[in-house]
């Protein structure tokens, strides 16, 4: 699946993983975090190969993680033994479609850019706000980490961002975005235009 290969790379650009191969039709990620050492990313097709690299590869129990796309209950027949920890969706958008939302006052948004990632940070009463990123990649864009501090939600911050964002991507020649929703954000993403393409079965080794 093509989407699910520009969500990989865009969200490894947003993570700054640059330790990527492809074994047996499987994306292999070398994210080195303690608790993340590792993660597989895989369709459906190949969740069968996920499932043996990370059961047989050298990394601690609980730290090689998994993210193949289908349905949980038919992914999780072909992972075996692993834990299915939770099921994101992969969505995308046309940019130049997206719902744009401005930035509700008092709040203030900065941006700031490395060459393949723009962040965004709205700011209010003294304190960030909300945050998040997207990495730009050709025309494809990924939406990474947008996040709402709990003391300031449901007033239109992460809308603000994710406008401001798809803004910046655009003017680096960006048309297509995609994003790992959790089904909170999923609701949010749904309201700004974006569809679903497919379910991602987050899973990993037991502990």
């Known amino acids: 699946m093509e989407a699910l290969t520009r969500w990989q790379r865009g969200w490894s650009a947003s993570r700054g993983w640059t330790d990527v191969q492809c074994i047996d039709d499987v994306t292999v990620v070398r994210v080195g975090e303690p608790q993340r050492r590792v993660e597989y990313v895989a ?6 190969a996920a ?3 990370a059961l047989t590869d050298c ?3 609980g730290t090689s993680w998994l993210t193949i ?9 072909d992972l075996g033994p692993l834990e299915i920890v939770r099921t994101n969706w992969l969505m995308t958008v046309r940019l130049a479609d997206q719902v744009s939302y401005p930035v509700p006052p008092p709040y203030a948004l900065e941006l700031s850019a490395t060459p393949s990632v723009v962040e965004a940070q709205a700011y209010g009463y003294g304190e960030i706000a909300a945050t998040g990123r997207m990495a730009v990649l050709h025309t494809g864009a990924v939406a990474d980490m947008v996040q709402t501090d709990p003391a300031h939600r ?12 798809a803004l910046a991507a655009r003017r680096r020649s960006a048309t297509t975005a995609y994003l790992a929703a959790s089904a909170e954000g999923r609701h949010l993403y749904k309201s700004l235009g974006w569809t679903t393409l497919t379910p991602l079965v987050v899973a990993r080794t037991t502990g």
Request: proline residues 9%; charged residues 15%.
């Open 43 to 48: 369709t459906g097709q190949h969740a069968t």
């Open 51 to 53: 499932a043996h690299l």
């Open 59 to 61: 990394n601690p129990p």
């Open 69 to 77: 796309t289908g349905p949980a209950d038919r992914v999780a027949a």
């Open 154 to 165: 449901r007033r239109g911050l992460a809308r603000a961002v994710m406008t401001a964002l």
